[in-house]
């Protein structure tokens, strides 16, 4: 029973904060300027690096006791798999934020340098892409947990 409890909060965690992150980008980005915007983005990434990651980490490895609990499927095999892309993706889309907040920053001292505008905007796409990735794949995860807990 709490381990259930322990994996349900962990999962809250991870997919409530990934659509807070949605709105509080979409608010950073219209409110700040670049210069705020950079400095902001900094200080929430390592935060919310940190809690957004072990929540991933908590919520994946009680999934994992909760799914040995009910024998090694096709569906568990599936949700594995999964779970190892979301970390992967993760840990992808943590480094391309600190690779694009540089790029912002270089960008702040060549405002008018359309190379390097094209260069955040093709890393802007990037990570718009990576977020979208990290949504499916812990949708597809959520999915496969709760047909294993079905």
Partial sequence: MVLIFVNILAASIWIGGYVAVVFVTRIARR???PADQIAFFKDFGKTWGIVATSA???ALASGAVLTADHG??????????VAGVLIA??????RQARRISALRSELLDHATDTEKQDRVKAAALRAAQLRALLGILTLILLGLGSAIAA
């Fill in 31 to 33: 409110r700040l300027t």
């Fill in 89 to 94: 993706t993760t840990f992808l889309g943590m």
């Fill in 56 to 58: 991933l980490l908590v």
């Fill in 72 to 81: 090694w499927t096709t569906t568990a095999t599936a949700a594995a798999v």
